[in-house]
């Protein structure tokens, strides 16, 4: 029989060439696009796309320049967000609506293609993602008491061309590191859990909450993850998941429509509270409204399979 550390050692030789493998895979998406985000945040060009969205944040009583933070947002990461509102000049209220649309809408270009190459429609989740951050922005309009201070404001330094691809290149080497360490640690993580029944133990504690989130059992473990570490990082567990034929497309998809609206609700919520955001607007809702956007895909997919079956009749 193999003792403790051998079987330790053997997750961990099983873990890490998949770990390896997929964050080489999540690197070679994320450089490119990062690259060409910097590009476009240096020759100033996202204003000029954010133009297009100003009308829309009028309606809900955001000002124009909430739309630059959303487009940019979407383009790049909560980190960039942060930065920009907190050099720009909104009040706590303001703050508050327009982080908690950023928490949806971030990163499309690298969390879609995760979303994707998990089972979901790229331009369902983009669609979804999109209309639930207005949703999210006219519900806390309506529920928002009112706040009138100012956000903790810090204006960042303008910087050259070579400054800009200097610190991108910094930047992103970090990232990567980050990334191999992150991913593997969750694969090996997994892995251990795995061989020492932990996740059923999990799937078991978590099965009434997942039940209520109208989730299957099998996903406990990845909605752990998803809502800690993040979409991005927890997509390498979710994708060994599914190509390992542990979790079904369909049960992945549902997942999926959940974490698209409500992830990483530890770092990200913590780093806009640094700017005087307060976190309980920024997690309850989010919760809240991946609740009812799971629910209402498991009514839509009943009313498909309800008319599949009508149609075989």
């Not at 979407?74 to 327009?98: K, Q």
């Not at 989740?125 to 956000?151: E, W």
């Amino acid at each position: 029989m193999n003792t403790v550390g051998e079987r330790f050692k053997a997750c961990v030789k099983k873990a890490l060439p998949t770990g390896i493998k997929t964050s080489l895979w999540f690197i070679k998406i994320m450089l490119p696009v990062s690259f060409l985000v910097m590009l476009l945040n240096y020759f100033n060009i996202l204003p000029y796309i954010s133009a297009f969205a100003t009308p829309f944040f009028t309606l809900i009583g955001l000002p124009g320049d909430a739309a630059l933070v959303l487009v940019t947002s979407i383009f790049t990461n909560i980190y960039t967000v942060v930065a920009l509102i907190s050099s720009m000049d909104f009040t706590i209220r303001e703050g508050t609506i327009l982080a908690m649309m950023c928490l949806i809408s971030h990163s499309f270009l690298i969390e879609t293609i995760v979303l994707k190459r998990t089972g979901s429609s790229a331009f369902v989740m983009i669609v979804l993602r999109i209309v639930m951050s207005f949703v999210a922005a006219i519900v806390l309009n309506m529920l928002m008491p009112k706040m009138d201070g100012q956000l903790r404001t810090a204006l960042p330094a303008a910087l050259g061309f070579t400054e800009t691809l200097t610190a991108w290149v910094y930047s992103s080497l970090l990232l990567c590191l980050k990334i191999f360490i992150i991913i593997s640690t969750l694969m090996i993580l997994q892995r251990l859990m795995e061989e020492f029944g932990v996740l059923r133990i999990l799937s078991k504690i978590f099965s009434p909450l997942m039940r209520i989130f109208g989730l299957p059992e099998s996903v406990s473990f990845l909605w752990i993850v998803g809502n800690t570490i993040g979409l991005a990082y927890g997509s390498a567990i979710m994708m060994d998941y599914v190509d390992s034929g542990k979790l079904s497309r369909q049960d992945a998809d549902l997942l999926n429509y959940h974490l698209a609206v409500s992830h990483s609700q530890i770092e990200d919520p913590l780093l806009f509270a640094v700017i005087g955001i307060p976190m309980l607007w920024l997690i309850i809702p989010r919760m809240m409204l991946a609740v009812v956007v799971v629910w209402l895909r498991r009514l839509e997919l009943y009313f498909l399979q309800l008319k599949q079956v009508r149609c075989t009749q």
